[in-house]
């Protein structure tokens, strides 16, 4: 499968020992976000890197239980503190840093962090996964969104 020279082959946040290949994905019939099970996804409707836009990728949190020993590939994103730095590889090779600035736990209507922002930006989703409990119930309510900007 060949790739856009700039489209993002690999992340490293080096602070949670995160080094990973996302797969391209989009929307399916619904218009709902296509979430790979065990890896990060980038969302190939968002930018690209150095295109000067948000580039959304998006992740599971949580194991699935029939397959209780693949880490799922956000689990520790939450561990991420702000001004930590998120490295992102290109097709081509180029390497683009951005520093976390902000993490916000959002709801899954709260659309508006996957799309276009009018400046490069780098957009993490912390998918819950299949399921969580929450005093007792099953709780899929909210997604981190961990967004980081260019180090200059």
């Not at 709902?32 to 949190?61: C, M, R, T």
């Not at 699935?64 to 998120?86: H, L, M, Q, S």
């Not at 659309?111 to 922002?117: A, S």
Request: glycine residues 8%; contains cysteine; charged residues 20%.
């Amino acid at each position: 499968a060949s790739s856009a020279p700039s489209q993002p082959v690999r992340m490293v946040i080096d602070v949670i020992g995160l080094d990973l290949a996302p797969v391209s994905v989009g929307l399916d019939q619904r218009n709902v976000p296509i979430v790979p099970k065990h890896d990060a996804g980038w969302y190939n409707l968002s930018a690209q890197p150095g295109q000067g836009e948000n580039v959304v990728f998006w992740g599971h949190v949580l194991r699935w239980k029939d397959a209780p020993n693949v880490p799922a590939p956000f689990a520790r994103v939450k561990d991420v503190a702000i001004g930590e730095t998120i490295t992102v590889y290109s097709a081509d090779g180029s390497e683009y840093r951005y520093r976390v600035t902000e993490q916000v736990w959002v709801t899954p209507d709260q659309v508006q962090y996957i799309l276009p922002v009018g400046s490069e930006r780098l957009t993490l989703v912390s998918c819950i996964g299949d399921q969580v409990i929450v005093e007792g119930n099953l709780e899929m309510s909210h997604r981190l969104i961990t967004i980081a900007e260019p180090i200059r």
